[in-house]
């Protein structure tokens, strides 16, 4: 009933923000499934330094949306990709046909929202290649010819904050233009692995805690808030949890 009250009030553009406060009452699920109901996002606070974080500095992408219904969309390209998988998002996911079907409901960003979607690929020819190959689809074929040089084409989809038919912008991802990757991409490739380790990490092979604690202080880059600081500070507890189990 709830969740049915909170999107007949999105419908008439009202979204909902959730925070939680205090300590050892988290219900991440719940609130989760109320914010994307509501269009909005949620956020614990547990601390002076979470709240000034939440209500100070990221309020301006909580209160002012600049797109609605954004759907990204990315086809690898079988001839430079032989496997791929998303990390995380799993309750995110679309069926292919709702990408470009206006009426189903997707996420919203706010101003200064950055969003990022990170990807595992192996590419052709690969040791790592975990899969067996399929019988009636050789390895490497593109998918169509002259396309050799893309690793993979991206969709995106989106309205605007009024609302109204999306907007869609398309771009091929060209392997020569893939440049080196940066501070920012490498600590964000840290947190990945970190939330990999905490799910078991199945499929991070022989990277550990060891390795998480090493990349992320070597690309903490700048910091003025000591939040990347506080990330190798939990990547060292989880790490000692870990071995005194």
Same mark, same amino acid.
């Given at each position: *009933? #709830? #969740?049915?009250? !909170? @999107?007949?009030?999105?419908?008439?553009? !009202? %979204? +909902?923000?959730?925070?939680?406060?205090g300590r050892d009452n988290l219900n991440e699920? #719940?609130? @989760? *499934? +109320? &914010?994307?109901a509501g269009d909005g996002n949620y956020a614990y606070i547990d601390s002076a330094q979470e709240a000034s974080k939440i209500l100070a500095r990221q309020v301006k992408s909580t209160l002012m949306i600049i797109a609605k219904d954004v759907k990204v969309q990315i086809?690898?390209? =079988? %001839? *430079?990709v032989a496997e791929y998988r998303l990390i995380g998002y799993e309750n995110r996911l679309l069926k292919r046909e709702d990408f470009s079907n206006d009426k189903v409901d997707a996420g919203d960003i706010g101003a200064g929202h950055t969003v990022t979607a990170f990807y595992e690929i192996t590419p052709v020819g690969s040791k790592a290649q975990r899969i067996e190959p399929l019988r009636y689809q050789a390895n490497g074929i593109p998918a169509k010819p002259g396309n050799t040089e893309e690793m993979a084409f991206l969709r995106l989809r989106y309205k605007d904050p009024t609302g109204g038919a999306s907007r869609l912008i398309e771009q =091929? !991802?060209?392997?020569?233009?893939i440049k080196q990757a940066d501070t920012d991409f490498r600590f964000a490739t %840290?947190? &990945?692995?970190? /939330? *990999? +380790? #905490?799910?078991?990490?199945?499929?991070? /092979?022989?990277?550990?805690?060891?390795?998480? !604690?090493t990349l992320a202080r070597a690309n903490r880059g700048v910091d003025p808030h000591g939040e990347r600081a506080e990330f190798v500070s939990l990547a060292e507890l989880a790490k000692n949890l870990a071995i005194s189990k």
């Amino acid at each position: *009933q #709830l #969740l049915t009250m !909170i @999107e007949a009030q999105r419908k008439r553009g !009202i %979204a +909902l923000t959730v925070l939680g406060f205090g300590r050892d009452n988290l219900n991440e699920r #719940l609130m @989760e *499934q +109320l &914010a994307d109901a509501g269009d909005g996002n949620y956020a614990y606070i547990d601390s002076a330094q979470e709240a000034s974080k939440i209500l100070a500095r990221q309020v301006k992408s909580t209160l002012m949306i600049i797109a609605k219904d954004v759907k990204v969309q990315i086809e690898f390209n =079988p %001839a *430079q990709v032989a496997e791929y998988r998303l990390i995380g998002y799993e309750n995110r996911l679309l069926k292919r046909e709702d990408f470009s079907n206006d009426k189903v409901d997707a996420g919203d960003i706010g101003a200064g929202h950055t969003v990022t979607a990170f990807y595992e690929i192996t590419p052709v020819g690969s040791k790592a290649q975990r899969i067996e190959p399929l019988r009636y689809q050789a390895n490497g074929i593109p998918a169509k010819p002259g396309n050799t040089e893309e690793m993979a084409f991206l969709r995106l989809r989106y309205k605007d904050p009024t609302g109204g038919a999306s907007r869609l912008i398309e771009q =091929p !991802i060209v392997s020569s233009n893939i440049k080196q990757a940066d501070t920012d991409f490498r600590f964000a490739t %840290a947190v &990945a692995a970190f /939330g *990999q +380790l #905490l799910r078991d990490g199945h499929y991070l /092979g022989n990277f550990n805690w060891d390795d998480v !604690i090493t990349l992320a202080r070597a690309n903490r880059g700048v910091d003025p808030h000591g939040e990347r600081a506080e990330f190798v500070s939990l990547a060292e507890l989880a790490k000692n949890l870990a071995i005194s189990k």
